[in-house]
């Protein structure tokens, strides 16, 4: 009981910590700017179809090159989007607006992609001095008298877990407002339903990635050290599969480490296909939480 | 002896103010102009066709906006610049007034100019790109959160 | 003292930093309260041995048992051990109080009886005032205090202070060695210190521990042994001459002067001790019409130290000449330490510590 009160003690003084000193608060800045600032690409050809029904092919060239982008990634789901795009059924403006977010969710779901690729590397920012910040200053001498290893640890990632939530949440808050203010829907509700949706994956998502910084904070007696170590850990990852799988093929696996090669499953349309890959995540996030109590456990501090 | 011990998550958030008191300003200081030029406009179209015949101005002209409503929108704007600028200083001073209600009432003024923009505006004028949805939609939410939970006691009244 | 059996109790307990040999099969075993010194040079394994007692530094060989057999960082000495560390700073973007605060509610005590304690123990410590102030603006002798104060907290049963004066002003020097003395009557408190005038006033007993080996501890009487310092003023400078005279005295065993400041080793060992010994000293005096103005005790763990830890070669001979600036060594250490900090300044503990006379 007093284990569990003083994990929820670490994870807020975690979050008023890290938002006072300012970390917290470039963290949060820079993530949203970040993520807005990609979905504002995503955006901006759509906006652009809601200017004029004139200017629509033009701009609509940019919609469409993003469209193939997403078929690539996954090809054989959008040929009655192609069709619709060829016989510019799509000039109906409403039916934009309809079909991006009741129908396909494509564009969004890319957007949501995006934030994906570039969360992982932005998320060891929110948690890479958790465990190394107080080691670095022995500050956490004043805490183990009173506290054991573990409630820290976990106080200390349930409050960088919170912490990013709460920054995905702003962020995908910030985009629906902005698409129910600006993009002429039917309704708010399947906007909110996709908000949901995709605010649970990213949230999926979060976890290893979270706790992959975590981890490093506590191998690293350094913060720097250990946030260069966790995106660089990220990072490199993704390029050393694909840079030697060409060489042998089973070490494009290497990409499981990470999220990295399960990740947009948890855009798929089927909903047992979501809840399994958000189990992976937290799986993930699990085995880098034992790790990081067991190396903390054992560390000279 | 440190030379203050004013929380650096003050200093960031004062830094962010000042950055977002010169992306309110400028747009402020831009609807200001576009509206007497569309003004100038409708009081003289053929004087000024030759002149002015840009998108922006095609736009507003297109969308039938009342050129006083988007002064005033110039002129709220910058008066949300001129409140930020005021925080600036409110928050690096601890100060209760120009930095708690400053901030305060610049967030207010920040979300309503967006909110305004959207009702008054043309859309392709008021449409967001990076951090301009950031100024519109995020910063003044979290900026009223900072200043009256994490930092309440910081900015209270000496 | 109240009668608590191993409170803490080392067993061949030994520790390495690579190759370096930090802490050297020490054994020692404390199973009263009270309040004990560790002393010993630097790099000798001081803050080690806090370390690997207060859980910090997991134990490589040889065993530690706390507060009746519990291992250190073990769950069960969650809140009953308490740490003031040499080197740990507190947040600096966090008001001191809610630092406190937040201490105490990982003890469980929350609400107004945790902020009536935080209060208490910032003013036992002279930081009543600065509650609001974040750790930043404190210099380093109020970070020593806050130090302290946290550490009071609550109601330990071991109390480990790494150097808790250092740095302090006189007053609040005074303040914090009441403090101690205090807690010592419901807590073991181990202090290390490299004031030892300071530390024999406040100790009941002592280890020295030199070169990662604790080469002497117990009572302090015991390990001081016979050899007393006495510290005089006179009401003249006395001549080469006289001063060979009270050397030749039987019970006197070194001393020198420095104007008309006498310090004087004496041996207590012989038949009426310390008696007889200060007797036949100031017999001398009188005779020599020197009468004393201030009589006090002095460093006598200095000089057992100094024997202790093989640096009496260099000093004792010497007493007979040594300076104020050897014999305050440590103290210019503290005082370079914090020089640059305006309103804290550093002063020998002598001035306080030692009752006159």
């Not at chain 1, 976890?207 to 260069?228: D, E, K, N």
């Not at chain 3, 803490?8 to 009270?34: M, N, P, T, Y």
């Not at chain 3, 040889?62 to 009746?68: A, F, K």
């Not at chain 3, 501890?217 to 006395?238: Q, W, Y």
């Amino acid at each position: 009981m007093m284990g569990r009160w003083q994990i929820l003690l670490h994870a807020r003084n975690f979050l008023s910590q890290s938002l006072r000193s300012g970390s917290g608060v470039a963290f949060i800045v820079l993530t949203v700017t970040v993520g807005l600032g990609c979905a504002s690409l995503v955006f901006f050809p759509i906006e652009s179809e809601l200017v004029t029904a004139k200017e629509f092919k033009e701009n609509a060239a940019q919609g469409v090159g993003t469209f193939l982008a997403v078929a690539t990634l996954q090809p054989g789901k959008f040929s009655t989007l192609s069709e619709q795009i060829e016989s510019e059924e799509l000039v109906e403006l409403a039916m934009w607006g309809r079909y991006l977010v009741l129908d396909h969710p494509v564009l969004l779901s890319l957007t949501v992609m995006l934030l994906g690729l570039l969360l992982p590397v932005l998320l060891p920012l929110g948690s890479f001095a958790c465990i190394a910040g107080d080691v670095q200053h022995h500050s956490i001498r004043y805490l183990l008298p009173r506290t054991t290893r573990t409630s820290l640890l976990l106080g200390r990632l349930l409050g960088a877990l919170i912490l990013s939530w709460t920054v995905i949440t702003c962020l995908q808050g910030a985009v629906v407002m902005y698409l129910g203010i600006v993009l002429p829907l039917d309704g708010w509700g399947a906007l909110i339903t996709w908000g949901f949706q995709t605010l649970g994956a990213l949230v999926a998502l979060t976890v290893p990635y979270v706790a992959l910084g975590v981890l490093c904070s506590t191998i690293f007696r350094s913060p720097m050290v250990a946030l260069m170590g966790s995106v660089g850990f990220t990072l490199t990852v993704p390029l050393i599969a694909f840079s030697s799988r060409e060489a042998w093929e089973p070490l494009g696996n290497l990409l499981y480490l990470l999220p990295w090669g399960y990740a947009h499953h948890l855009l798929s349309p089927d909903g047992t296909v979501v809840v399994k890959t958000a189990l992976y995540c937290l799986g993930h996030g699990l085995i880098f939480t034992v790790i990081a109590l067991l190396r903390l456990r054992r560390a000279d501090l | 002896m440190a030379i203050s011990d004013r929380p650096g998550g003050l200093t960031a958030l004062a830094a962010l103010n000042g950055f977002f008191a010169i992306s309110c300003g400028f747009p402020g200081l831009q609807r200001i102009l576009s509206s007497s030029r569309l003004h100038a406009h409708l009081q003289d179209p053929e004087a000024t066709a030759d002149r002015w015949s840009n998108r922006d101005l095609e736009s507003l002209i297109a969308a039938d906006v009342d050129p006083q409503q988007m002064e005033l929108l110039g002129i709220l704007g910058l008066v949300v610049a001129l409140l930020l600028a005021v925080s600036v200083w409110g928050l690096l001073k601890r100060n209760h007034w120009a930095g708690k209600w400053g901030s305060t009432l610049a967030a207010v003024g920040m979300a309503s100019i967006s909110w305004l923009a959207v009702e008054v505006l043309p859309t392709d004028l008021v449409r967001g790109v990076g951090m301009n949805l950031v100024r519109q939609m995020f910063y003044p939410l979290f900026l009223l959160i900072m200043i009256h939970g994490i930092f309440r006691k910081d900015l209270r009244l000496r | 003292m109240i009668d608590s059996p191993s409170l803490l109790k080392i067993e061949q307990l030994s520790h390495r930093f690579g190759d370096k040999v930090a802490i050297d099969h020490v054994d020692w075993k404390l199973d009263q309260c009270g309040v004990v010194g560790l002393v010993g040079p630097n790099g000798a394994g001081k803050t080690t041995l806090f370390s690997l007692i207060a859980g910090f530094l997991r134990v490589q060989g040889g065993s530690i048992e706390v507060l009746g057999g519990a291992a250190p960082g073990s769950r069960s000495l969650v809140s009953r051990v308490a740490v003031m560390p040499q080197d740990a700073i507190f947040a600096r973007d966090v008001s001191i109080v809610d630092q406190m605060l937040f201490l105490r509610a990982l003890d469980g005590v929350t609400g107004t009886i945790a902020r009536q304690e935080v209060v208490a123990a910032l003013e036992s410590v002279g930081l009543a005032d600065q509650l609001d102030r974040g750790a930043a603006v404190l210099s380093h002798g109020m970070g020593k205090r806050l130090g302290v104060a946290q550490a009071i907290l609550g109601s330990p049963e071991l109390i480990l202070l790494d150097e808790p004066t250092a740095g302090l002003d006189p007053a609040n020097a005074l303040q914090v060695r009441e403090l101690i003395r205090s807690l010592g009557k419901d807590a073991l408190v181990i202090v290390s210190s490299h004031n030892l005038l300071e530390l024999q006033d406040l100790i009941d007993e002592v280890a020295v521990i030199v070169a990662g080996k604790m080469v002497a501890s117990g009572p302090i009487d015991e390990v001081t042994g016979s050899a007393r310092r006495f510290e005089l003023r006179l009401g003249r400078v006395i001549s080469p001459g006289e001063l060979q005279q009270i050397l030749d005295e039987e019970l006197v065993r070194g001393v020198s002067q420095d104007g008309t400041q006498l310090t004087v080793d004496l041996d207590a060992s012989a038949d009426g001790g310390l008696d007889a010994a200060l007797d036949q000293l100031l017999h001398r005096l009188l005779k020599l019409a020197a009468a004393p103005r201030r009589l006090r005790e002095g460093a006598s763990l200095e000089e057992a130290y100094l024997r202790l830890t093989g640096e009496s070669e260099q000093a004792a001979a010497p007493l007979d000449d040594r300076t104020e600036d050897d014999r305050t060594e440590d103290d210019r250490t503290e005082d370079d330490r914090t020089e640059d900090e305006p309103d804290e300044s550093d002063a020998p503990a002598a001035a306080t510590t030692s009752d006159d006379r």
